[in-house]
């Protein structure tokens, strides 16, 4: 039974106007390979549950520490503190907090089964039928539960869902395949076009990355290169002429140029992560249009924003 | 959408309307006054008439400089009218305090004010219609007011939709010739009284045009810029006081009169149009096709036309204006549809009037539009590109569930097909229901707050039910449900009661004539529309707040009665005002209405069926049944003052839910999708009167064509799952920083960031800033 299979989501997000065609509903997985620094879901990172506390909230009233039964939370003059070793994610904390507390504690990332996101996506059919919507498989990275995603993709197929996959194409080519067979849209992230850059800002090397692309563009698949673009990283002087050599030779015909932004910031604290881009100011639409304008020399479609 | 140019002529009507200020006036009482007392003995549909046909002929006019549609009831634009055979007691208190009181000011006229308190007050002291409802039924209503608001104790009915057809094929002249065949055929008094009194009322209406077509040509011969003007003017008010309306320009000129007069004898809120545009949609296309108009000149018509309906406002006591806050006159237009046969119904005058109202932004005429499955993309886009600058109209509607629900309340299938809507969201037949949509609002929140209080008032501990038990005796949830209905058929029986005789009242005291003889039925059957002639006759009851009550079962079912919270503990705390912060959050915590979530949808059903169920067990005084509506206007506020603290976590005294249909306050959390799919969960075929839904966007939603191409397929979806009604709030910068002030109030508002959408209070505060800044540009 497919319902039995159990996969770690950190939000399914109704009404999603900026990922594919129409109205949709985007299923947010949690892990991923990389490890971009400007991450803007630094939670959705692991694949295990994390507890996120919000300092700002906190009323201070000792619940939580109460309620942990592992002894893995503690209160302190400067808010709560969290031993992460001793965190099982059983959520007592959380629950204290909601009710006697300032809602300072949220768990990021539940178990769910594959008839549990399927039912939550099929709720929102109708808009779907009247806007050319569907699903989308966001992330995390959908690849790191791929399993799960093929379960809940092929339920989802047999009522004609269009489902969408945003991903950052960094899986063996088998895997990939995998993905591609139930994906009518690919949202393929392309970070940067040189390999040593990409392995900086992302932990990982873009070669597999550029050959699954490749594979997808060849065999026919409808897809959409974004960019986000990064200050300092991807948008130095000749970045945008080497994304469009890049992209013009895989043969794409679609492009999104995504401005940084620091909606993400926040949660880094709230999970004690470090971040590289804390002082690093957002993006505007104006910034990015010189090299949408370079890009349309290659590209057939560019657009600002997804 | 190519906004019509507003011309010189526009904004100065536009701005001179705006800026004269509302004045009380007594002019048409005094006419009253008189005319009551020379024919006391006249039957009142008589003596009414000669009083209407005596303000025809005597109030001042005046015309506008340079308005292509002319007429007024007062002298004044927006002037506010004291009736006195209506309900003035109010004025006795306010009447010094009406030029200074904070909603709706009016000045008044030292002279005027020494009137009213010193010739009508003590005059018609024991005469009004409120004083002698109150004479029969004061004490009963006075009881059940807590729960159950009786309305139009204190005017006229109003609420419906006039043959506007009728009327422009007839005219006065016309309906004045049928009135006469019928008059000789009359077999009772009453029924020669009734033609009689259309008569003498047609009479006035054809004088009242004489006095325009006269006026006008004075101002014509006067020479000025506009001379040319008050001659055409001039000359189609003669016509239309002896003949039916032929071109487009005596259409308009026409279907306002008609306005002019429902409110001069009535002086009633909610005198609505109906469909609009086919009716009119001849007489343009005839004056296209033979030369006399261009699209040009149908805009600067319609231009005069829509500013007209700011005109004419309503005067209510302070109370009334809390329960109608802001809540003009009502005069609804409807634009669209389809017909009984499922034929697409839009037609250029349907988008001409969007294009009027985006060029124009006025609150009056209420302008709706009816979506169907066939709606055309142009229409939607039209509508969507109306919406984007804010003021929520054109709001929408959806054939798909208001006709079959129509049907069901017992419209045949082509009078369900051409149904109108009255005031707010209210539906009806046009031209034959008075469906007296706003008769009652039954507030089920309080019921419950009764049933789980031993019948006693959780604010003031007074004893307003029968005590059936409370929350710290019921043994089951299905003990409180089954008390819940015991308690409801207490004050329903009673709120029939008080309305069948409000009703009754207006039959007796307050017939009109003129508004009888164009709704069909009256003329034929020589009955009047009050004591009920139309063809259909409903009487509507509002459900108020499903939201609240749904949410407060679902914390009784599944949290008091699933052992996580002690039923006398909870009913402690209500009666403390939620003293227990962890106790109010446990609750609030619970699942609520508008997240798609089937168990508690499906609670919100099933109490609608059951008030429906319960309503159609009586019929009104005029034979008609009750029907169910679920639209509130402003009264969430006032009647949530009036309620305890309630088992959803709501504070004592704080408002309901808003709208009809909207999840309560910050108890969405997924978005617009799941609240139209949670509204879906009713059952719409019962609610018959009508409901409301508000929904809020950001402005950046409509900026983009891929987001307003989104916008669209929402109300595609909309149709599709057969919801009556919504309405979108565009939000402004304002609202923007009353959000950020009260984040838990502003939860569910939506904003587009960059890339995406999100919710604007979960943002930070330095993002909020920034999107306000930005909204600032935009809007």
Redesign the interface.
């Known amino acids: 039974m497919s319902g039995e299979i159990f996969g770690a989501v950190f939000n399914i997000?109704?009404?999603?106007?900026?990922?594919g065609p129409?109205?949709r509903t985007t299923v947010f997985f949690k892990g991923c390979p990389l490890r971009c620094r400007w991450c803007a879901n630094p939670e959705s990172q692991a694949v295990h549950s994390q507890m996120m506390y919000d300092r700002s909230l906190c009323l201070r009233c000792g619940y939580c520490e109460k309620a942990c039964p592992n002894g893995g939370i503690h209160l302190t003059d400067d808010g709560v503190v969290i031993d992460r070793d001793l965190c099982t994610g059983c959520g007592s904390c959380v629950n204290a907090c909601?009710?006697?507390g300032g809602k300072a504690l949220s768990m990021q990332g539940d178990l769910k089964t594959v008839d549990e996101v399927v039912a939550e996506v099929l709720?929102?059919q109708?808009?779907y039928?009247?806007?050319?919507?569907g699903a989308t498989f966001s992330g995390g990275e959908v690849l790191s539960q791929l399993e799960f995603a093929e379960a809940i993709a092929v339920q989802l197929k047999r009522h004609g869902i269009h489902i969408a996959c945003e991903t950052a194409g960094y899986a063996p080519p088998e895997a990939f395949r995998r993905l591609m067979s139930f994906t009518d849209l690919l949202l393929f992230d392309v970070k940067h076009h040189d390999e040593a850059s990409h392995l900086a800002g992302t932990g990982v090397s873009n070669a597999q990355i550029l050959a699954n692309l490749r594979m997808a563009v060849t065999e026919g698949k409808p897809v959409i290169a974004r960019i986000p673009v990064i200050p300092g990283f991807n948008n130095r002087p000749g970045d945008a002429e080497a994304f469009g050599l890049l992209l013009r030779d895989i043969g794409i015909q679609e492009a999104n140029l995504?401005?940084f932004?620091?909606?993400g910031?926040?949660k880094y604290e709230k999970l004690a992560m470090e971040y590289d881009y804390d002082d690093v100011p957002?993006l505007q639409k104006e910034d990015l249009e010189p090299m949408k304008k370079v890009l349309e020399t290659y590209v057939s479609k560019v657009q600002i924003?997804? | 959408m190519e906004i019509p140019v507003v011309s010189v002529r526009i904004q100065r009507l536009k701005d001179d309307m705006l800026r004269e200020p509302r004045r009380m006036s007594v002019e048409q009482a005094k006419i009253i006054h008189r005319i009551y007392q020379q024919h006391l003995d006249d039957a009142p549909v008589l003596r009414r008439a000669k009083a209407l046909r005596a303000a025809f002929e005597e109030i001042t006019i005046r015309i506008e400089d340079g308005e292509l549609v002319v007429g007024n009831r007062t002298w004044g634009v927006r002037s506010g009218v004291v009736f006195p055979e209506c309900g003035i007691a109010w004025m006795e208190e306010e009447i010094d305090g009406l030029p200074t009181r904070p909603q709706d000011p009016f000045l008044t006229d030292p002279e005027d004010v020494a009137f009213v308190k010193d010739v009508l007050l003590p005059f018609w002291k024991d005469k009004t219609l409120e004083s002698r409802i109150y004479q029969e039924i004061g004490p009963l209503d006075d009881a059940i007011a807590p729960v159950v608001k009786i309305n139009q104790k204190v005017r006229a009915q109003g609420h419906i939709i006039p043959d506007i057809s009728k009327w422009l094929r007839l005219g006065p002249a016309g309906i004045k010739q049928e009135a006469e065949a019928y008059l000789d055929r009359a077999d009772t008094q009453e029924k020669r009284d009734f033609y009689e009194s259309i008569r003498i009322a047609m009479d006035g209406a054809s004088t009242y045009y004489r006095r325009y077509a006269a006026l006008a040509a004075e101002r014509a011969q006067a020479g000025c810029a506009f001379a040319q003007d008050y001659q055409t003017v001039s000359e189609l008010c003669s016509r239309l006081a002896e003949q039916p309306a032929e071109t487009f320009h005596e259409a308009l000129q026409a279907v306002w009169m008609l306005m002019v007069c429902l409110q001069m004898e009535s002086n009633a809120a909610s005198f609505s149009l109906g469909r609009l545009d086919q009716y009119l949609y001849p007489y343009y296309q005839k004056d296209l096709q033979e030369g006399r108009l261009t699209e040009d000149g149908a805009l600067e018509l319609l231009l005069c036309f829509f500013l007209k309906f700011n005109q004419i406002v309503c005067m209510r006591s302070g109370l009334e204006a809390r329960y109608f806050a802001g809540f003009p006159i009502g005069f609804n237009i409807v634009l669209g549809g389809r017909d009984e046969t499922g034929a697409l119904l839009e037609n250029e005058l349907s988008f001409l009037m969007l294009r009027v109202q985006k060029a124009l932004h006025l609150p009056q005429p209420n302008l709706s539009a009816r979506l169907c499955s066939k709606s055309s993309p142009a229409f939607l886009e039209a509508c969507a590109d109306v919406l984007a600058d804010g003021g929520g109209l054109p709001q929408l509607f959806n054939d798909e569930s208001i006709i079959p629900a129509l049907e069901q309340a017992g419209l045949s299938r082509e009078d369900a097909a051409s149904y109108g809507i009255v005031g707010c969201v209210e539906l009806a037949g046009c031209g034959n229901m008075l469906g007296w949509s706003n008769a009652t609002m039954f507030n089920v929140v309080k019921v419950l707050e009764l049933t789980l209080n031993h019948g006693r008032c959780l604010l003031t501990g007074q004893n307003l039910a029968p005590d059936l038990g409370g929350l710290d005796t019921y043994p089951s949830y299905e003990a409180v449900e089954q008390a819940l209905r015991a308690q409801m058929f207490y004050f329903i029986e009673r709120m029939v009661q008080c309305h069948n005789a409000v009703d009754r009242h207006h039959g007796q005291y307050l017939p009109t004539a003129l508004l009888s003889s164009v709704v069909d039925g009256c003329m034929e059957r020589g009955i009047d529309v009050t004591c009920g002639g139309a063809r259909y006759n409903s009487s509507g009851v509002q459900f108020v707040q499903i939201a609240n009550l749904i949410d407060s079962l679902a914390v009784l079912r599944d949290l008091v009665y699933q052992g996580k919270l002690s039923g006398s503990v909870l009913l402690l705390q209500l009666q403390r005002n939620f003293e227990d912060p962890a106790i109010r959050r446990q609750v609030l915590e619970a699942p609520k209405y508008g997240n798609d979530l089937p168990q508690t949808d499906v609670l919100a059903n099933q109490w609608v069926r059951f008030m429906a169920d319960e309503l159609e067990q009586y019929r009104n005084y005029r034979g008609g049944r009750f029907h169910l509506g679920l639209y509130t206007v402003s009264a969430h506020v006032p009647m949530g003052a009036n309620v305890g603290a309630s088992c959803d976590g709501r504070l004592a005294g704080q408002p309901l839910a808003d709208g009809g249909i909207s999840p309560s306050a910050g108890a969405e959390r997924l978005g617009p999708t799941a609240i139209l799919k949670s509204a879906s969960s009713l059952e719409f075929l019962r609610i018959s009167n009508g409901s409301l839904l508000n929904m809020k966007f950001s402005s950046s939603m409509f900026q983009e064509p891929s987001s307003r191409e989104r916008f669209c397929a929402l109300l595609r979806s909309f149709v599709a799952l057969g919801i009556h009604h919504v309405q979108f709030n565009v939000v402004s910068r304002k609202e923007l920083l009353a959000a950020q002030k009260e984040p838990v109030k502003h939860r569910n508002l939506l904003i587009r960031v960059a890339g995406y959408t999100a919710y604007f209070v979960e943002l930070d505060q330095s993002l909020q800033d920034e999107i306000i800044r930005r909204t600032e540009c935009v809007l």
């Open positions: 997000q109704k009404f999603c106007i900026h990922d129409g109205i909601a009710i006697y709720k929102d109708v808009f039928q009247s806007s050319g919507g995504l401005p932004h620091q909606f910031q926040g957002s924003g997804g």
